[in-house]
Structures are given as structure tokens and as C-alpha cells.
């Protein structure tokens, strides 16, 4: 069973850039495909990014779209996401999140079946 460790949040001006890290344990990150989502208070959680476990393809939500980089490293069995050009609605609690194989709809979070704690990121204006 992997479990995920998000880290890396903080806060930063609009316009700055954060990267956050999601640590994960077991033997078998390789085999998951692994998103990023967010959710700000009041609201409901939201897709950000997902990159798939097989031919690591990227898919990203329209909002980030340009300013946000999903990456991964699996011999290190990290994920990463590279937030850049960062403005006040991105404000949140960013969660990682994977999924053995998922051949499902990606943007969906009930199609992930591990979470990790979150990690707060706020934007000032």
C-alpha cells in the first residue's frame, strides 16, 4: 500500500511560484497514475493536474493551464507540481492523490483511492 506526504506550501505574492512535493511510500509508485487537486474554502475539492502511470502523460485543468507543471520521479518516488505565475484563487489546500493503473476519468476524485494530508498554499494579492 503506498501512502502520500504533501509538502511545500507556504505563502507567496502574486506572481511568485511555489513547488510542492508529494512523497510516496511502497515499492509500487511507479504503477500509479497521480494527480494534484485543490480545494478553497467554501468550495468544492477541484481537479489541478494528473500525470498518468503508464506513458506519463500530463493533463492540466484550464486554470492552470501554462502556469502549473506536473513532473514525476519514480526512483525517487516523488511527484511534483511547479506552480508558477501564482495568483489569489489559487489559494487552497492542495492534495495529492493516486491510483493503481487508472484508466478512468482522470479529473474525477473519485477516481483516486489515496490521499495525502494537504498542504495549505496562499496567495497574497
Known amino acids: 500500500q503506498v501512502q502520500l506526504v504533501e509538502s511545500g506550501g507556504g505563502l507567496v505574492q502574486a506572481g511568485g511560484s511555489l513547488r510542492l512535493s508529494c512523497a510516496a511510500s511502497?515499492?509500487?509508485?511507479?504503477?500509479?497514475?497521480m494527480g494534484w487537486f485543490r480545494q478553497a474554502p467554501g468550495k468544492e475539492r477541484e481537479f489541478v493536474a494528473t500525470i498518468t502511470w503508464n506513458n506519463g502523460n500530463t493533463y492540466y485543468a484550464d486554470s492552470v493551464k501554462g502556469r502549473f507543471t506536473i513532473s514525476r520521479d519514480n526512483a525517487q518516488n516523488k511527484m511534483y507540481l511547479q506552480m508558477n505565475s501564482l495568483k489569489p484563487e489559487d489559494t487552497a489546500v492542495y492534495y495529492c492523490?493516486?491510483?493503481?493503473?487508472?484508466?478512468?476519468?482522470?479529473?474525477?476524485?473519485?477516481?483516486?483511492?489515496?490521499w495525502g494530508q494537504g498542504t495549505q498554499v496562499t496567495v497574497s494579492s
Open positions: 492523490a493516486g491510483r493503481s493503473r487508472l484508466s478512468g476519468i482522470y479529473y474525477r476524485s473519485t477516481s483516486y483511492d489515496l
Open positions: 511502497g515499492r509500487t509508485f511507479s504503477g500509479y497514475s
